[in-house]
């Protein structure tokens, strides 16, 4: 991987100085067209060894465009914030908007890298991780955001020499710490793992772009060229999207009979009021005590509400929360997203709420719009949300691995309870319980969301995040159903 | 202030059970209106002694309410991203926007009334405190956030028996801690203080309730009643500012001569290229230098870029940048605020992008487009822009209390250089520098900016952020003594 980078690159004065104001003045103008045209995001990874000039590009970066439309973060030790929420938290609170480019010093490479080198991890967790990062960037390059990964390589000798070179200058002496000759020390393991991870990562939509650091022209030249070409070449394969039909998606799988998941549930479970009220008693007592468990500390817990309209979410949600303390939980309704998150890949809008250790997040409505709302009314297409089946896959596993317990219902009621519902609704006077027209279209979209409904489970129905389908024609039932699984989830994350 | 809620106050359960459908319903219809109708914001304060029902009073809130459209925050330790900011900058982060509540359980008033108790600040900082709270207090209502401030009151004896009780019974023992007792010993000089503060805080546009604790049936109505009436009470507000004319604002200054600061200011400093390169050098240095101290990691810098247009300000802004590496700084330009940010108080916007200790903010425009671009083109009230310099001082004095370094830039260029740059923006095929129709209609406003810009300085130049104007038709003379300026605010800062 880093063979081409320590053929000793060079640019003389004379062909930089002469390269320079042209390169400018084209890096300047593909900003000015991002922000005129903010149809991407792109993001810059800074990475490589220490002394390859990874600091002195960022800051090139930042002289040679208009640096108030860049923004630079550097990951250092995460905040306690950060180091209570999934690994990738820190990265998606970092992400810049469409018409922005963000420069990332340090990555999501960092750790699984360094966690190797110093054997805190073996091969297959490495491989696990890269497969993990894999993922991860087909979903942010899928959504708009360009990836310029950038590796910045010294030779072992070529590092030895700068450092020393460094240290004998009374001027840069300072800049030379401990750290790095300890790293120095270790460069055959680092560059051993990050050969395997960069190869591995290497991927057709997100390339890396290996820069040799030793002579500083080269390094800025090189650098600034592959970004602009990357801008470049998005804008150009958006004017070709537009120019030319998509290309027809797989078509999804057209089911040989009627039969459906949904079709499939038991509407006719019931509960007596009084069992009812037995059970509540009994579910809510039950789940304030593990929400307030010790070991729930190091625990969050993610509930997802999904559902046909008039279901019975809201009060399904009111009889988990009658049992929590109000401190200790957020509730977020998904409904039409801000201008803030139209700007971002479409996960966005749920890692900013992803709660902290100790905390429950419940979702009314979720991530899964995606694949319900989203596929049926046309408003993503059939690639985006196809994909999108994967994507949540890894965004769920992402949040378990962290600790979070996920916990996702599908709230059912058949079209006569529902259209009982409706016309209940209709009559008592509560405003807060109006029907919309949209619901009456959704209404008349039943087939289309049963079909969507179905997929979806088979999809993202996983071991570590099933699906519970609730049988909802009697809410007394629905509620007991909900309040129990959720209890079981909990406890049996908290025996583990 | 406490004796009304040391009466015994008590609600029998006939009359109870007879008001709460009623209640409930109401309080739900009001939610629902205010979603409907997202005219404002309403943040409700939960305090008080131990033991008087706070924690069941923010639960019964989510009980009766709809606990998807409620955001409640519990206020404890801080984060460590919290600790490295202003005091204020958790609740601004905290703050809900337009059409829902937000419930605080501890809130700006902990900790001044808590250190005071504890004898770790004297009267005359807690006074001092008390007029902080009482004006930020009347910009959030000025910013139509209403504030039910409720304080759960228990006398000494009822707070004993109350605890007493609580360990007596097996299944609450639990609940009483070691820090209640704690509490508990030091009760008279918390109430004193608390008295004290709530006295001086109880005003007009945000008045105390003080609810006495004892009997829960009674609490629980009194507060759900105040919540009511306060949201009912502004609704009828609205709609009678509505129907009737605004009162006339006080009438802004008439200058008896067309001298402004503006006008007297000097342009015709210069600076020759080979003067401007050595100068540039030795405070770009300089700069490099002050801001990789050491002791400026207990310090931030937040630098403000105002001006006409075409005045410099991004070429200045390069300049600086230039000096600091890209890993500690970040640029905000300011432009038109999102939808996010239009459903929060106006300073929200700025807060959110507050440093942390360590590191440089600067601002491209500001928060005085509240007294420059929005009072001269009408989109901010007369009310509105006036009130503004005083919350703009009290913004600044919180963000150097806690260690910012504030400099302020005004660039000053005179009308007949403007149309010059102008002109040669024109000429120029770059088109990062097109010249808009707005930037022409702005240049016909000229007398009206210079009005504002003259007022906006004498109000908001203090003595711990004043403005530094530049004469800025020489770009060189502009750069230089813009570095110098930092540098020196920086250093005397740094000295302190």
Chains 1, 2 share one sequence.
């Not at 914030?81 to 970092?94: H, L, N, V």
């Not at 420069?103 to 490479?109: K, V």
Request: aromatic share 10%; glycine share 4%.
């Amino acid at each position: 991987m880093f063979e081409s980078a320590e053929v000793g690159h060079k640019v003389d004065k004379a062909s930089f100085d002469a390269q320079v104001p042209g390169l400018r003045e084209a890096l300047l103008e593909a900003q000015f067209l991002l922000r005129e045209k903010p149809e991407f995001a792109v993001v810059v990874l800074i990475s490589g060894v220490d002394g390859a000039g990874k600091g002195e590009t960022a800051n090139l970066f930042n002289e040679w465009m208009d640096p108030r439309h860049i923004e630079t973060v550097a990951f250092g030790a995460p905040t306690d914030e950060e180091r209570e929420r999934p690994f990738m938290w820190r990265f998606w609170r970092a992400l810049p908007p469409k018409g922005k480019i963000g420069i990332m010093f340090g990555s999501w490479y960092t750790d699984p890298i360094v966690n190797r080198v110093n054997r805190s991890t073996t091969n297959a967790e490495l491989d696990k991780n890269i497969a993990d990062i894999v993922e991860f960037e087909k979903m942010l390059t899928a959504e708009k955001v360009v990836l310029v990964k950038l590796w910045f390589h010294l030779s072992k000798e070529a590092q030895e020499k700068r450092l020393k070179a460094l240290e004998a200058d009374p001027k840069t002496r300072w800049r030379v710490t401990k750290d790095d000759w300890e790293h120095f020390k270790i460069y055959d393991r680092f560059r051993k793992y990050s050969a395997h991870t960069l190869t591995a990562t290497d991927t057709g939509n997100a390339p890396w772009t290996i820069i040799e650091g030793n002579c500083p022209r080269y390094r800025s030249l090189y650098a600034c060229n592959t970004l602009l070409e990357r801008i470049r070449q998005q804008f150009a394969r958006l004017e070709h999207a537009q120019a030319t039909p998509p290309a027809p998606a797989a078509a999804p799988r057209t089911a040989l009979d009627n039969r459906t998941i949904i079709s499939n549930l038991d509407l006719s479970q019931k509960l007596s009021k009084k069992d009812y009220e037995a059970q509540l008693e009994k579910y809510q007592g039950k789940l304030a005590l593990l929400t307030r468990d010790p070991r729930s500390l190091k625990k969050s817990v993610i509930v997802v509400f999904e559902g046909v309209d008039a279901a019975g979410k809201g009060g399904a949600i009111r009889r988990v929360t009658g049992a929590l303390d109000a401190r200790h939980y957020s509730i977020v309704p998904i409904a039409a997203p801000s201008d803030e998150e139209r700007a971002q890949p479409y996960l966005w809008r749920f890692w900013r709420h992803i709660p902290r250790l100790g905390r429950v997040t419940i979702f009314d409505r979720s991530w899964y719009g995606r694949v319900l709302v989203e596929r049926v009314e046309g408003f993503a297409t059939q690639a985006a949300w196809q994909r999108a089946y994967t994507e949540i896959n890894h965004f769920e596993a992402e949040l378990i691995k962290q600790g979070a317990v996920v916990v996702k219902f599908w709230l059912q009621i058949s079209q006569d309870e529902q259209l009982r519902r409706f016309e209940e609704r209709k009559e008592t006077g509560f405003k807060a319980y109006k029907i919309t027209d949209e619901d009456w279209r959704n209404r008349d979209k039943w087939p289309q969301y049963e079909v969507a409904v179905n997929d979806m489970i088979e999809h993202t129905s996983t071991e570590i995040a099933p699906w519970t389908l609730i049988g909802a024609n009697d809410k007394y039932h629905a509620r007991i159903k909900i309040l129990k699984t959720l209890c079981e989830a909990i406890e049996s994350a908290l025996d583990k």
